[in-house]
Protein backbone atom coordinates (compact mmCIF):
# COMPACT_ATOMS: atom_id res chain seq x y z
CA UNK A 1 0.00 0.00 0.00
CA UNK A 2 2.61 1.95 0.83
CA UNK A 3 4.52 1.88 -2.71
CA UNK A 4 0.89 2.93 -4.29
CA UNK A 5 0.75 6.06 -2.06
CA UNK A 6 4.02 7.42 -2.65
CA UNK A 7 3.65 6.52 -6.42
CA UNK A 8 0.04 8.92 -6.06
CA UNK A 9 2.45 11.25 -4.14
CA UNK A 10 5.00 11.62 -6.98
CA UNK A 11 1.85 12.68 -9.37
CA UNK A 12 0.17 15.05 -7.33
CA UNK A 13 3.61 16.67 -6.64
CA UNK A 14 4.58 16.51 -10.23
CA UNK A 15 1.20 17.94 -11.30
CA UNK A 16 1.47 20.48 -8.64
CA UNK A 17 5.20 21.36 -9.90
CA UNK A 18 4.16 21.85 -13.58
CA UNK A 19 1.02 24.01 -12.30
CA UNK A 20 3.76 26.12 -10.13
CA UNK A 21 6.27 26.48 -13.04
CA UNK A 22 3.55 27.45 -15.50
CA UNK A 23 2.61 30.66 -13.44
CA UNK A 24 5.82 31.25 -12.55
CA UNK A 25 7.08 31.39 -16.42
CA UNK A 26 3.45 33.71 -17.40
CA UNK A 27 4.95 35.99 -14.48
CA UNK A 28 8.12 36.07 -15.48
CA UNK A 29 7.05 37.44 -19.27
CA UNK A 30 6.65 36.20 -22.81
CA UNK A 31 9.98 35.42 -24.77
CA UNK A 32 11.45 32.59 -26.66
CA UNK A 33 15.09 31.24 -25.17
CA UNK A 34 16.37 32.72 -27.86
CA UNK A 35 15.48 36.30 -26.62
CA UNK A 36 16.41 35.76 -23.33
CA UNK A 37 19.03 38.17 -21.54
CA UNK A 38 22.35 36.40 -19.51
CA UNK A 39 20.29 36.96 -16.03
CA UNK A 40 17.07 35.92 -17.45
CA UNK A 41 18.48 32.30 -18.82
CA UNK A 42 20.21 32.21 -15.25
CA UNK A 43 17.47 32.42 -13.67
CA UNK A 44 14.84 29.96 -15.91
CA UNK A 45 17.50 27.22 -15.66
CA UNK A 46 17.83 27.65 -11.84
CA UNK A 47 13.73 27.51 -12.16
CA UNK A 48 13.74 24.30 -13.84
CA UNK A 49 16.29 23.11 -11.56
CA UNK A 50 14.15 23.64 -8.76
CA UNK A 51 10.69 22.62 -10.53
CA UNK A 52 12.17 19.01 -9.86
CA UNK A 53 13.53 19.25 -6.45
CA UNK A 54 9.60 18.25 -4.76
CA UNK A 55 9.72 15.34 -6.61
CA UNK A 56 13.24 14.50 -5.03
CA UNK A 57 12.66 15.79 -1.43
CA UNK A 58 8.81 15.88 -0.88
CA UNK A 59 8.85 19.26 -0.15
CA UNK A 60 6.64 21.22 -1.80
CA UNK A 61 6.31 24.54 0.25
CA UNK A 62 10.21 25.40 -0.12
CA UNK A 63 10.40 24.79 -3.55
CA UNK A 64 7.76 26.89 -4.53
CA UNK A 65 8.47 29.56 -2.09
CA UNK A 66 11.92 29.56 -4.02
CA UNK A 67 10.91 29.33 -7.52
CA UNK A 68 8.50 32.32 -6.52
CA UNK A 69 11.64 34.44 -5.11
CA UNK A 70 13.72 33.56 -7.90
CA UNK A 71 10.63 35.17 -10.58
CA UNK A 72 10.60 38.21 -7.92
CA UNK A 73 13.85 38.80 -7.75
CA UNK A 74 14.01 38.43 -12.30
CA UNK A 75 11.25 41.18 -12.00
CA UNK A 76 12.59 43.58 -9.66
CA UNK A 77 15.98 43.41 -11.54
CA UNK A 78 14.08 43.94 -14.69
CA UNK A 79 12.50 47.10 -13.27
CA UNK A 80 15.50 48.37 -11.82
CA UNK A 81 17.23 48.13 -15.61
CA UNK A 82 13.81 49.50 -17.32
CA UNK A 83 14.15 53.06 -14.88
CA UNK A 84 18.09 53.09 -14.83
CA UNK A 85 19.91 52.78 -17.56
CA UNK A 86 23.32 51.70 -16.27
CA UNK A 87 22.09 48.92 -14.48
CA UNK A 88 20.59 47.99 -17.62
CA UNK A 89 23.50 48.45 -19.14
CA UNK A 90 25.10 46.14 -16.78
CA UNK A 91 22.34 43.77 -16.21
CA UNK A 92 20.85 43.49 -19.79
CA UNK A 93 24.09 44.16 -21.85
CA UNK A 94 24.22 46.74 -24.80
CA UNK A 95 24.01 45.66 -28.31
CA UNK A 96 27.52 45.97 -30.19
CA UNK A 97 28.02 47.43 -33.89
CA UNK A 98 29.38 44.03 -35.98
CA UNK A 99 29.08 45.55 -39.06
CA UNK A 100 29.80 49.28 -40.63
CA UNK A 101 29.23 50.57 -43.75
CA UNK A 102 29.34 46.95 -45.38
CA UNK A 103 32.56 45.84 -43.29
CA UNK A 104 32.32 43.55 -40.48
CA UNK A 105 34.18 44.77 -37.45
CA UNK A 106 36.63 41.92 -36.60
CA UNK A 107 37.76 42.87 -33.32
CA UNK A 108 33.62 43.62 -32.52
CA UNK A 109 33.17 40.12 -33.37
CA UNK A 110 35.96 38.41 -31.59
CA UNK A 111 35.23 40.37 -28.42
CA UNK A 112 31.66 38.88 -28.49
CA UNK A 113 33.54 35.32 -29.52
CA UNK A 114 31.20 35.17 -33.17
CA UNK A 115 32.35 33.39 -35.94
CA UNK A 116 31.93 34.87 -39.33
CA UNK A 117 30.25 31.69 -40.36
CA UNK A 118 27.17 32.24 -37.29
CA UNK A 119 27.15 35.71 -38.15
CA UNK A 120 26.76 35.12 -42.17
CA UNK A 121 23.94 32.56 -41.00
CA UNK A 122 22.10 34.95 -39.38
CA UNK A 123 22.36 37.50 -41.73
CA UNK A 124 21.67 34.62 -44.06
CA UNK A 125 18.23 33.90 -42.02
CA UNK A 126 17.15 36.98 -43.07
CA UNK A 127 17.80 36.55 -46.65
CA UNK A 128 20.72 39.19 -46.93
CA UNK A 129 23.88 37.74 -48.93
CA UNK A 130 25.95 40.68 -49.06
CA UNK A 131 27.63 42.87 -46.56
CA UNK A 132 28.31 45.70 -49.06
CA UNK A 133 24.43 46.60 -48.51
CA UNK A 134 24.13 46.94 -44.80
CA UNK A 135 24.79 50.31 -43.61
CA UNK A 136 24.79 48.91 -39.75
CA UNK A 137 24.47 45.42 -38.37
CA UNK A 138 24.31 45.29 -34.60
CA UNK A 139 24.50 42.05 -32.29
CA UNK A 140 21.35 42.60 -29.85
CA UNK A 141 21.27 41.99 -26.40
CA UNK A 142 18.44 39.48 -26.90
CA UNK A 143 21.28 37.22 -29.74
CA UNK A 144 19.63 38.35 -32.85
CA UNK A 145 21.08 40.77 -35.23
CA UNK A 146 19.09 43.66 -36.32
CA UNK A 147 20.52 44.83 -39.87
CA UNK A 148 19.93 49.06 -41.36
CA UNK A 149 20.50 48.50 -45.06
CA UNK A 150 21.74 51.26 -46.57
CA UNK A 151 19.36 53.65 -48.58
CA UNK A 152 19.75 52.22 -51.99
CA UNK A 153 19.19 48.83 -50.99
CA UNK A 154 16.33 49.10 -48.61
CA UNK A 155 13.35 46.97 -49.31
CA UNK A 156 10.82 48.35 -50.50
CA UNK A 157 7.52 48.42 -48.38
CA UNK A 158 3.98 48.19 -49.82
CA UNK A 159 3.50 52.05 -49.23
CA UNK A 160 6.30 52.66 -51.52
CA UNK A 161 4.37 50.43 -54.02
CA UNK A 162 1.10 52.27 -53.77
CA UNK A 163 2.85 55.96 -53.66
CA UNK A 164 4.65 54.23 -57.26
CA UNK A 165 1.02 53.31 -58.30
CA UNK A 166 -0.60 56.41 -57.46
CA UNK A 167 2.24 58.52 -59.50
CA UNK A 168 1.68 55.81 -62.69
CA UNK A 169 -2.03 56.48 -62.31
CA UNK A 170 -1.73 60.56 -62.40
CA UNK A 171 0.50 59.77 -65.82
CA UNK A 172 -1.80 57.46 -67.27
CA UNK A 173 -4.59 60.35 -66.31
CA UNK A 174 -2.87 63.43 -67.70
CA UNK A 175 -1.67 61.20 -71.02
CA UNK A 176 -5.30 60.28 -71.72
CA UNK A 177 -6.16 63.88 -71.51
CA UNK A 178 -3.01 65.07 -74.02
CA UNK A 179 -4.73 62.23 -76.34
CA UNK A 180 -8.56 63.63 -76.06
CA UNK A 181 -7.11 66.88 -77.11
Known amino acids: MEGGFFL???????IIMIIVGFVAMRLAGRKSISQLTIAQTVIMIAVG?????PVKSANLIITTTSIFVFIIVLIILEWISFYYEGFEKWFVGKEKIIIKDGEVIRKNLKDLRMTRDILEMSLRLQGISDYSHIEIATL????HVAVKFKEEYERVTKKDISEVYEKLEKIEKLLNKENQI
Open 8 to 14: LHTIVFA
Open 49 to 53: STLVE
Open 140 to 143: ETNG
